[in-house]
């Protein structure tokens, strides 16, 4: 029998490339959005991934859809949490709704799907948490205090976490990627992009399938040994 995977944020860019993967890899898949209908639309009907809203910010709306992902699809063996939302603005104009709203989502979010699944997870002896966190969350960046902080929080939940779920065969891991050629990144303007694209040794943006083969290796049974890592893919930007 398949495993179940559920991947938040994961009708569009790096979600929507890791949902593939997973699907591609065998495993039952559930995608996970909060607010594009359309884009969820479109993304079922081209991959046949069931799709399900909620918000990751509301702890009960995330209980019920991981009840019901588990109805449909089984228990849950696999969460990629990869929903994110930027509010970016100078500390000094920044307002305690965009601090709140990203935290929400980007930190509470992962504590908010990975706690009602840690239970099954430790009865059946068998859990893979991943979570998407930042390249920002791990050296910061101006104008993204509260992402820097809501991503860096990911790894330091990771580490916790890990040490916690290592005697149960639960793995919990993170993976910080650098700059990735999703819609939102190739949306700026070109000059920006090259200014961006000069800070990367290797020469080029990254492509979301790159982020998505990570994620099935940690997922896979070959993975089984690492725990509490944070994998770095950002093309040398930041050595960690």
């Not at 559920?6 to 929507?16: D, L, N």
């Not at 999703?182 to 290797?202: F, H, L, Y």
């Not at 943006?205 to 290796?217: T, Y």
Request: contains cysteine; aromatic residues 8%; glycine residues 12%.
């Amino acid at each position: 029998m398949s495993r179940t995977a559920i991947v938040t944020g994961g009708t569009r860019g790096i979600g929507a490339a890791i949902a593939r993967a997973l699907k591609d890899a065998g495993y039952k898949v559930a995608a996970n959005y909060a607010g594009n209908d359309d884009a969820a639309r479109i993304f079922n009907e081209e991959t046949g991934i069931p799709v399900y809203k909620w918000s990751v910010a509301d702890y009960d709306a995330c209980a019920a859809g991981i009840a019901q992902v588990e109805a449909d699809l089984g228990p849950v063996s696999v969460l990629v949490n990869n929903a994110g939302i930027t509010r970016d603005a100078m500390f000094h104009k920044m307002t305690r709704e965009q601090w709140n709203e990203v935290i929400g989502t980007n930190l509470s979010g992962v504590f908010n799907m990975t706690h009602p699944l840690w239970t099954g997870m430790r009865d059946r002896k068998f859990g893979r948490i991943i979570t998407i966190s930042s390249i920002n969350g791990q050296k910061g960046q101006m104008g993204q205090a509260n992402y820097s902080a809501a991503k860096a929080g990911d790894i330091g939940f990771t580490k916790a976490l890990a040490q916690e779920g290592a005697r149960a065969g639960i793995t919990v891991n993170a993976i910080c990627p650098g700059y990735i050629a999703t819609d939102m990144v190739m949306a700026v303007p070109e000059k920006v992009r090259e200014s961006i694209i000069a800070q990367i040794p290797v020469g080029r943006l990254g492509e979301a399938e790159e982020i998505a083969r990570c994620v099935l290796f940690l997922a896979s049974d070959d993975a089984g040994f690492i725990t509490g890592s944070t994998l770095t893919a950002n093309g040398g930007q930041y050595l960690a």
